[in-house]
């Protein structure tokens, strides 16, 4: 016997008094019924209330019963346990008196009365003070997949009380085991260091041992370079099935070695199961390229090529009049595919947009290799798609959405059959409320026909540009601007559509190059977003640009009209826009003055306006956002903490998503918190300019250092950890010990990822007084200055750049986006709903 207690193990104890399968079939009443009837039990029950009884009158006994819960049937269970402890002058009378007591329980258990009385035996166990029996239960994962949560919590209830007098042994798996923890850890007393540790992330050694256990000529490996030559690092499981003349079969089982060494995760989108390239399969890749030293190329390792992957257009479709200083025909393919988005990158757009608005957001973007490509992705969940393109002009960023928008991949995936016909409004509101191109008299009545018209659109659409790369046309000028109004008019068109589906769009512009933009090119951006911005909003179902800003009349008297609330006289701007690159949080007013005036509204235009909010940098939300759908992917869930941890030392949703995706899928314990190991690990793959990216370099690596171990560095190894000098530590060492993550005793460090909750503006305060030097009062320093009225107040968040981590790291608070308009002067609009204007028109 041993102690009383609930423990989880993976071998079965020698010689328990009863053993319990916990199935699909067992109910409360098997289990309570079993632990009843077992003799060994009813010989350790009958011990026990004999032993609790010694020393104490009937009295005191039954008060002990009734303080320990024995409060059955008004009490009666408690006189019946009274009754068998008692002293009889022959022996068959207590032998009756003992037996009586055992039916009673036994009819507890039966199953007729309520789950709480058939707890009596559990408790009258724990009265036990003497070394416990054992019970084994045997815990298959049917149990958990099979059975109602309602049937299992009262079983899990029933063993956390056999617990309290029972030396219970839960045997399982260690998969089986986390679940259990993960699902009932709630309903009992387990704890999570009673199980083997979860799978840590691949290290260094792990990475070593992939690269040296794979066939460098082997499948798996091929699969490897077939994502490493993706521009997103992704491909559907269908894909991959379509490049190798294996099985399937054959195929899945090189995916799961990949899963299990930690070099790829896969993740659902809909009814396809895609596979994403993680760090750790690069890194292995790299390592097998330098122990051959060549580097091998998809060409030499993939039998077969890659499935469809949508329209193709000739390269010099984008290139705008060349202007001094601004390359030509260059990172532009023969042809120009739409891919899919990374799972990391479609959540940073999608969390960075402002519904029915703009988020603009400093990040550096790569330029792609083929400046003319497209991304997409669609999230079946929350039904939401994505659409991504790099600017470079005006033509070339609205062709490249427009076609990503018209991808095959939108007809199948998002606005499928089914879809459409259950959305359909009519083909009067489509054509003359909505405005979307194509909607025929045949094409209202059959929505493949419309699909159809739309494909042909976006089909005439790239053969213009194929035109105008080889110089067919009579007058560049006006033929560039009948491309870009096509694909203006396409890419309207569909956005409507989408809404009418309930499918939000968000349209990801990357921005590579902004720093480099004259203020001539950023008034072309900002004149060809708010433009594009007023055909893609509406009011009701009628589309905002014709309604407001529409000066063809013979486009104007076709169209319906609407009839404006004046309660509501506000429209929206559907969807969302996503401004990224190095800078661009820079443009925020540029951006504001145009969208406030697209173009001139006309005569008479109906009483309402399109309030449209632009949001500057990075919110907390934004990355909880990203975050929660990148680690849903992964079965993962998030966390508070997690989130102020990403939100303080990354800075973005991009850099919050990107690291995210380098976790593996958690397939042991589904659903579990993300923890602090996951964080160090998934932090540690950004580079370490990404970490704290407002901050000296020195606090970035070596911060960034930290993260990589879970041990405190003296100095001479951080350095060395972080490729800093010794120097520039003892330099920054201030301002690392008073952050809130890092501790500093002498000359070690430590990081510690555990936000505490206290109010954001005092651990500003605190940080700020362990910083603060002579340079606050000196008037000549930059600090100093940011004091002298009136105040600087950049400045001085260029000198305190780790106020905003610091907010961030207690909590945070969003800063509200602004919100511009557009549209005619509002007389009387309601004062709450009104959005910023700047006079005049809007």
């Not at 071998?11 to 009443?29: C, S």
């Not at 819960?69 to 008196?97: C, M, N, W």
């Not at 191109?437 to 026909?449: K, L, P, Q, R, Y």
């Not at 557009?822 to 959005?835: D, N, V």
């Amino acid at each position: 016997m041993t102690s009383p207690g609930l423990t989880l193990t993976r071998q079965t104890p020698a010689a328990p008094a009863t053993t319990l399968v916990l199935d699909e079939d067992t109910t409360p009443t098997q289990v309570a019924r079993t632990i009843t009837t077992t003799p060994g039990l009813q010989d350790a029950l009958v011990a026990t209330v004999h032993d609790a009884a010694a020393g104490e009158t009937a009295l005191a006994f039954r008060d002990t019963l009734l303080d320990a819960g024995i409060t059955h049937h008004q009490e009666f269970l408690a006189d019946a346990v009274v009754s068998a402890v008692r002293e009889y002058p022959r022996a068959e009378l207590k032998q009756g008196a003992v037996q009586s007591l055992l039916r009673t329980l036994h009819g507890l258990a039966s199953g007729r009365h309520d789950a709480e009385d058939a707890l009596a035996v559990p408790r009258l166990l724990a009265l036990n003070d003497e070394p416990a029996p054992t019970v084994t239960v045997r815990l298959e994962d049917e149990f958990l997949s099979n059975v109602r949560r309602s049937q299992r919590d009262p079983i899990c209830r029933y063993l956390a009380e056999l617990a309290q007098g029972v030396d219970v042994r839960i045997v399982a798996s260690g998969r089986v085991q986390l679940k259990l923890y993960h699902e009932h850890r709630d309903d009992l007393p387990v704890s999570r260091s009673d199980i083997a540790p979860l799978a840590q992330p691949p290290t260094t050694e792990d990475v070593e041992t992939a690269a040296t256990s794979l066939d460098p000529d082997g499948r798996p490996v091929q699969i490897l370079r077939q994502l490493a030559e993706e521009p997103a690092e992704t491909l559907s499981y269908h894909e991959l099935y379509a490049s190798y003349e294996v099985s399937e079969s054959r195929v899945r089982q090189c995916i799961s070695t990949l899963s299990e060494c930690g070099l790829v995760a896969t993740h659902q989108a809909g009814d396809q199961t895609h596979v994403d390239l993680l760090n750790a399969g690069t890194r292995v890749l790299e390592a097998l390229d330098a122990d051959v030293g060549q580097q091998a190329t998809l060409e030499e390792t993939v039998t077969g090529g890659v499935s469809e992957t949508g329209n193709s257009v000739s390269d010099s479709r984008v290139t705008p009049p060349a202007r001094e200083g601004r390359p030509r025909g260059r990172r532009l393919a023969d042809h120009h595919e739409t891919t899919y988005l990374q799972r990391w990158e479609h959540a940073a757009a999608a969390a960075t947009a402002p519904d029915g608005g703009v988020g603009l957001l400093d990040y550096p973007v790569e330029p792609r290799d083929d400046r003319g490509g497209r991304g997409w992705s669609y999230d079946h969940d929350r039904d939401r798609l994505v659409v991504s393109a790099e600017y470079d002009n005006p033509l070339q960023y609205w062709v490249c959405t427009a076609l990503a928008l018209a991808d095959h991949r939108t007809w199948t995936q998002a606005l499928t059959p089914d879809v459409l016909e259950d959305t359909d409004p009519g083909g009067i509101i489509l054509r003359q409320a909505r405005c979307v191109g194509g909607v025929t008299a045949e094409a209202e009545d059959d929505s493949g026909v419309l699909v159809e018209r739309l494909q042909e659109w976006a089909s005439d659409l790239a053969e213009l540009t194929r035109r105008l790369s080889h110089g067919e046309y009579d007058d560049e000028n006006r033929f560039r601007g009948e491309i870009l109004r096509s694909a203006l008019g396409l890419a309207g068109s569909i956005v409507h559509l989408l809404d009418v589906a309930g499918i939000t769009v968000t349209r990801e512009v990357r921005l590579p190059r902004f720093r480099q933009f004259d203020d001539s090119d950023r008034g072309d951006l900002a004149r060809t977003l708010s433009i594009g911005a007023a055909i893609q909003s509406r009011y009701g179902h009628f589309a905002a640009y014709r309604q407001l800003l529409e000066s063809r009349e013979d486009k104007q008297r076709a169209a319906l009209h609407p009839d404006v609330d004046a309660e509501g006289p506000y429209g929206s701007l559907i969807g969302g826009f996503t401004l990224v690159g190095p800078g661009v949080e820079s443009f925020q007013e540029d951006l504001e003055d145009a969208l406030q005036r697209p173009g001139e509204v006309v005569e008479d235009a109906p009483e309402f306006q399109v309030p449209v909010t632009v949001q500057s940098g990075s919110t907390r939300s934004g990355v909880a956002t990203a975050a929660q759908h990148v680690l849903a992917g992964k079965d993962l869930s998030l966390t508070r903490t997690a989130v102020s941890v990403l939100d303080a030392l990354t800075g973005t949703p991009y850099d919050a998503a990107k690291a995210l995706h380098q976790l593996a899928g958690e397939s042991k314990a589904p659903g579990r918190r993300v923890n602090t190991a996951d964080l160090r690990y998934a932090l540690s793959q950004l580079d370490a300019d990404r970490i704290l990216p407002s901050g000296a370099p020195t606090v970035s690596k070596a911060i960034h250092a930290l993260l990589a171990t879970d041990e405190p560095l003296d100095q001479a190894a951080l350095a060395e950890a972080a490729d800093v000098s010794t120097r520039s530590l003892r330099t920054h060492r201030d301002i690392l010990a008073a952050l809130p993550w890092t501790t500093v005793d002498g000359t070690t460090y430590e990081l510690s990822l555990s936000p505490d909750s206290d109010d954001g503006v005092s651990a500003v305060f605190d940080v700020a007084l362990e910083v603060a030097t002579e340079d606050v009062v000196d008037a000549e320093t930059e600090l100093g200055a940011a004091f002298v009225w009136p105040p600087g107040i950049e400045r001085l968040r260029r000198e305190w750049w780790w106020a905003d981590a610091v907010l961030a790291w207690s909590g945070g608070v969003d800063e509200p986006g602004e919100q511009v308009a557009f549209g005619p002067r509002l007389e009387q609009a309601p004062l709450a709903a009104a959005p910023k204007q700047r006079g005049g028109e809007v």
